[in-house]
């Protein structure tokens, strides 16, 4: 099981990245699909999750509106799609995967399977 980010850049604030997870061992009618991100010296927390069995999605209220979650199941890969980036958006970012059900979508303890992260910066 291997789940590999990429997509991290240095932005403008106002900017957009578009992040990429490309997922492989594991199917996503098996298992969900998260994003986190942590900043320097605060906790990690979760950005975005999707569920193809449940064929559901949910943000964290920080990012609704400007991030969308995405999944390309012949590719193998999961998309955060980052509009209107803002300095409190500078993190790593990882993407990592959790046998559904999720009972709590948005929070680390499920998702056992993780990637090595990807720098988003964005300047103001």
């Known amino acids: 099981v291997q789940l590999v980010e990429s997509g991290g850049d240095l932005v403008r604030a106002g900017e957009s990245l578009r992040l990429s997870c490309a997922v492989s061992?594991?199917?996503?009618?098996?298992?969900?699909i998260a994003w986190f991100r942590q900043a320097p010296g605060k906790e990690r927390e979760g950005v975005s999750w999707i569920s193809e069995s449940d064929n559901l999605i949910d943000y964290a209220e920080s990012v609704k509106g400007r991030f969308t979650i995405s999944s390309d199941i012949a590719k193998n890969t999961v998309y955060l799609q980052m509009n209107s980036l803002k300095p409190d958006d500078t993190a790593i970012y990882y993407c990592?995967?959790?046998?559904?059900?999720?009972?709590?979508?948005?929070?680390?303890?499920?998702?056992?399977?993780w990637g090595q992260g990807t720098q988003v910066t964005v300047s103001s």
């Open positions: 061992g594991i199917s996503f009618g098996v298992y969900d």
């Open positions: 990592a995967a959790a046998e559904a059900p999720v009972k709590s979508p948005l929070r680390p303890p499920e998702f056992k399977v």
